[in-house]
C-alpha cells in the first residue's frame, strides 16, 4: 500500500519551514516556560541566590544561564526570582503567583531568551529537514540512518550559529557594559584567545545535544512511521506527533543524562568565574581566570581545575560514584519530554496547514489553467 503519497508529493517551501519551526517555538515556550519559573522560585525559597551565583533558565526551547546580580533582597526593585512568597509545594507557587504577582508574572525572563533560543530552534528544524530530504528520506521506509546524520548535522549547525552569541549574553549580563564597551571586549578576547575564544562550551553544548539529537530524531521518525501505519493515515495527526515527541525526548534525555550533567556544572562554572573575573577588575585586581576560583573570607585560594569535559565526568564519578552523572533524571524528563512533544506537534501541525494551502493553491491554479 502506498503510504505518505500526500506528504511526499507536495512539499513546503524553506520560509514556510521556518514559520511552521517559529510558530512552535513561540507556543512551547509559552506552555513550558511556567514549569521553570515555578521551579526556580521554589529552590530560591529553599536556598536564597546570592550575588554572583547562576542559575539555569529553560524556556523549553534551550537552557540559559542567569547571573544573579542584585543581591539585596531590601531592594526596592527585586528581580523576579527574588520576590517574596511561602510556597507549599509546585501547585501552591502557581497559585500565589498567578494571584499576588499577576499572571504574566509566570513567564518571568522569557523575552530575552526568545531572542537567541527562537532563531536556534528555526535554524536547527529547517536544517534537518531540508538535510533529510537531500539525503532522500522516504517517510514509511525504514532508512533510519539519515534522521541520525541529519539530526546530528542540524544540532552542531544551531549550536556553532548560537555560542558567540550565548557567551555575550553572559558577559551583558554579568557586568553591564555598554555595546561599544562589548564590542571592545570581544575584540580582546578574540586577539587573545583567537576566534575559538568565541566557542567557550561548544564541546560539552556538542556532547550533550549532538548524541541527543540523533537519538531523538531516530525514534520519532521510527514511532511516527509505525503509528501512520497502524491507524492507516498519511500523516501523523495531532495526538500521534504529542505521543511520538514525548517518548522519543524521554528516551533520549535519559541515555544522554550524564553529559546534561556535566553541561549544568560547566556552564555554571563559567557563569561564575566570569561574574568573579569583573568583580576583582572591579577592585582593581588583574587575575588571570584560568583556574576555578574558590573565595572565602575573602581571600582567593586556587584550585586548578581541567577544562575537559571526560575529566570533569571521572572526578564526579570518584567523587560521588555514578549517581553523581544521573543527578536530577526526573527534573529532566518532566522539563524535556512535554518540550519536545509540544515542539513537535506543533511544527508538524504548521507544516501540515502549509502543505494543505499549497495543495489548494496549486489545485486552483490548475482549474483556471
Known sequence: MARR???????????????????????????????????????????????????????????HLCVCLNGNNTSSIRPWYRMPGKFNGTLDAFVQISRKEGLKSLWSGLPPTLIMAVPATVV????????????????????????IVAGSIARIIAVTAISPLELIRTKMQSKKLTYQELKSCIRSSVQSGGVLSLYRGWGPTVLRDVPFSALYWLNYEYLKSELCEIYHTEEPTLVMSFFAGATSGTIAAVLTLPFDVIKTHRQIEMGEMETRQNCYQACGRSLA?????????????WAPQSSSTFILMRRLWMQNGPKALFAGLTPRVVKVAPACAIMISCYEGFKSFF???????????????
Open 289 to 301: 581566570f584560568t583556574n576555578c576560583l574558590c573565595i572565602q573570607q575573602d581571600r582567593l585560594h
Open 355 to 369: 502543505r494543505r494551502r499549497n495543495e489548494q493553491q496549486k489545485a486552483a491554479l490548475t482549474a483556471w489553467e
Open 5 to 63: 503519497g500526500h506528504a511526499t508529493t507536495t512539499r513546503i517551501t524553506p520560509l514556510q519551514q521556518m514559520a511552521a519551526s517559529c510558530s512552535g517555538a513561540f507556543l512551547t515556550s509559552l506552555f513550558v516556560t511556567p514549569l521553570d519559573v515555578v521551579k526556580i522560585r521554589l529552590q530560591a525559597q529553599q536556598k536564597p541566590f546570592a550575588k554572583g551565583n547562576c542559575f539555569l533558565y529553560c524556556n523549553g526551547l534551550m537552557d
Open 124 to 147: 536547527y528544524f529547517t536544517a534537518y529537514d531540508n538535510l533529510k530530504e537531500a539525503m532522500g528520506f522516504v517517510p514509511g521506509k525504514k532508512n533510519y540512518t539519515v534522521p
